[in-house]
């Protein structure tokens, strides 16, 4: 068994199994590449080689091949699907401050202002606010795009079967141009709300670093963002969420998270504080502001310092999510006892002063 580094898995198979020595075989010519799924995962620092198989391209056949072994903090060990090898091969190393739309050919279209509407009306057209582009066919490459969403911006997206999504700051979605007649899959780094077309010939699975969410047509949230607790919130429906060797089927009304490498029972919970960002806002009854501090940092990339004590400190009410974080943060200022000062992407906290 080997150990591999993470931080190029592709790359680094390809140029340590790239010789003239090597001899494919025909049928294995035109196989799929296939790379580390969890390389995407933070806290994962173990690989193990179990197995090899073939990777064609243009020039020459390299044999190359990966079966991880789990981390203990997500799914099951196994070979990784399609669209998660796009996706763990494609991250960008930065997130832009506009909306991006990465397209299938690698070609990337910016989008401006603060939420966008991306909509594929039919196969090969995208409708882009209003704008429409053609995205033509490419057997050669798989047909991926993807939508970055950066910090304090969202974006909604319809995708080829009519399911409707919304993206929230700080996400990255991966999905196909067309599903085609199997499993309708997406890869999910960040927080969505989905309404997914009902279609029970093809179920609609969300992948993230630690869960699947199977669904075949209901409306859900998903709360994936690197390094922190994910769950799923259930709206309207069933959903069969998997993580680690734990399966559970959830009601409406209900959230499971994933937890020490497993997940939690489900739990109820009140649905409009989960999915309100949807509108634009978030919603509170008596949230600790601790909590409160965390959900702005990953919307607005902000990094709180805290000095003073905020234990028993909670916030009620709905918080507008305005593009100036200032807003938002002096909303909170007024309705709590303390002293919010922001340093480019730090906010100190402090006790209120004395009057």
């Not at 050919?105 to 995208?126: C, F, H, R």
């Not at 974006?155 to 009519?162: K, Y």
């Not at 310092?305 to 999510?321: A, P, V």
Request: proline share 5%; net charge negative.
């Amino acid at each position: 068994m080997g150990v591999v580094d993470t931080g190029n898995p592709f790359k680094d198979f390809l140029q340590m199994l790239c010789s003239d020595d090597i001899k494919v075989s025909e049928e294995e010519i035109g196989r799929s590449w296939i790379a580390v799924r969890g390389a995407a995962r933070r806290r994962l620092r173990r690989v193990r080689i179990l197995t090899f198989a073939t990777v064609a391209s243009v020039a020459a056949a390299v044999a190359a091949v990966v079966i991880i072994m789990g981390d203990g903090n997500g799914k099951d060990a196994s070979v990784p699907g399609d669209i998660e090898i796009y996706a763990l091969n494609s991250k960008p190393d930065v997130m832009n401050r506009d909306i991006q739309l990465v397209m299938d050919d690698e070609s990337v279209m910016t989008l401006g202002g603060k939420e966008s509407n991306i909509d594929y009306a039919s196969p090969g057209k995208i409708i882009v606010d209003q704008d429409t582009i053609i995205n033509s066919a490419d057997n050669f490459r798989p047909r991926y795009n993807q939508l970055i969403v950066p910090y304090g911006k969202r974006t909604r997206l319809r995708l080829s079967d009519g399911s409707l999504l919304y993206a929230n700051s700080a996400t990255r979605i991966v999905y196909p141009l067309d599903f085609g007649t199997g499993n309708r899959e997406i890869y999910v780094e960040g927080e969505v709300y989905l309404e997914v077309a009902h279609d029970p010939d093809r179920p609609f699975i969300v992948l993230t670093s630690d869960m699947n969410v199977r669904v075949l047509g209901t409306r859900f949230n998903v709360f994936a963002y690197p390094g922190v607790e994910q769950n799923v919130v259930l709206v309207e429906g069933s959903v069969n969420v998997t993580g680690g060797k734990d399966s559970q089927i959830i009601s409406p009304g209900q959230s499971v998270s994933v937890k020490d490498g497993g997940l939690s029972r489900p739990v109820a919970v009140e649905v409009e504080s989960y999915v309100s960002w949807v509108n634009n806002a978030l919603t509170y009854e008596k949230e600790p502001l601790s909590s409160v501090f965390s959900r702005l940092g990953l919307y607005y990339g902000l990094e709180f310092e805290i000095n003073c004590d905020i234990e028993h400190m909670y916030l009620s009410g709905k918080l507008m999510l305005s593009e100036d974080p200032v807003d938002v943060l002096s909303a909170i200022a007024f309705s709590v006892p303390v002293s919010l000062t922001v340093r480019g992407s730090r906010v100190i906290v402090a006790p209120e002063p004395e009057k």
